[in-house]
Nanobody
Framework: VQLQASGGGLMQTGGSLRLSCTAS??????MGWFRQAPGKEREFVAA??????????ANSVKGRFTISRDRDSAKNTLYLQMNSLQPEDTAVYYC?????????????????????WGQGTLVTVSS
């Protein structure tokens, strides 16, 4: 199983970036994004649950970030469209995938529920 994340970079405040994460090897009950800013703990950003195609967002990104999947389901690719970027969005963003069957809401926020992680991609937002 591999998760390949890409799309990070440097952006000015108010700009947009799109991150991609392609999974290979199997399907997952959920895929999502976490981030870790310098000196801070890792935090949940957004996730998609496969069973019902529900999307979940952290309050800090709701309304600005959108998670989606590739229309070609065979590609098993997850996107994170990030709009209205703010300096506080600066972090390393990690793609993650869970094999927890029927993953419930209380666990989808928790990084411990995810079995596989991508290598991380750096997003820097300048003020």
């Amino acid at each position: 199983v591999q998760l390949q994340a890409s799309g990070g970079g440097l952006m000015q405040t108010g700009g947009s970036l799109r991150l991609s994460c392609t999974a290979s090897g199997r399907t997952f009950s959920a895929m999502g994004w976490f981030r870790q800013a310098p000196g801070k703990e890792r935090e949940f950003v957004a996730a998609r649950r496969r069973s019902d195609n529900n999307m979940f967002y952290a309050n800090s990104v709701k309304g600005r970030f959108t998670i989606s999947r590739d229309r070609d389901s065979a590609k098993n690719t997850l996107y994170l469209q990030m709009n209205s970027l703010q300096p506080e969005d600066t972090a390393v963003y990690y793609c993650a995938a869970s094999t927890v069957p029927g993953i419930i809401l209380s666990r989808i926020w928790n990084g411990d529920s995810y079995d596989y992680w991508g290598q991380g991609t750096l997003v820097t937002v300048s003020s």
